[in-house]
């Protein structure tokens, strides 16, 4: 009973935390490609979409783990895995963003 009550608000805490996470890899995913698009401008168009698709399918990855985390009861390792990939994202942009700043 309180664990069942206990697990359902796991099970909510995850869904939750999936679906902001997920949200915002979607976003990472348009500005990567965005970003990718104009500093590789004369590449094929699928090489700029693998680019930008598979970091964004490892953060997916990511995301689900973590929520599986959560579900688990490991809150604190849950959301560290799972926002890890968004910052991930975070970093490939910035690091493109320089490169075409030296541009």
């Known amino acids: 009973t ?10 909510a805490k995850a869904r939750i ?6 949200s915002l890899t979607v976003g ?3 500005l990567l490609g965005g970003v990718s698009a104009i500093l590789f401008r004369n590449a094929q168009p699928l090489n700029i979409y ?12 990511l995301v689900n ?12 390792t849950g959301y560290t895995v799972m926002w890890s ?3 991930l994202l975070l970093v490939l942009i910035f690091l493109l963003l320089g490169r075409l700043q030296r541009h």
């Open 2 to 11: 309180l664990d069942k009550v206990a697990q359902i608000k796991r099970e």
């Open 17 to 22: 935390a999936r679906r902001y996470a997920t």
């Open 28 to 30: 990472l995913l348009l």
């Open 50 to 61: 693998l680019m930008a698709f598979l970091p964004a399918l490892f953060a997916l990855l």
């Open 65 to 76: 783990s973590g929520g599986h985390l959560i579900r688990g009861g490991d809150i604190v």
């Open 85 to 87: 990939g968004n910052v």
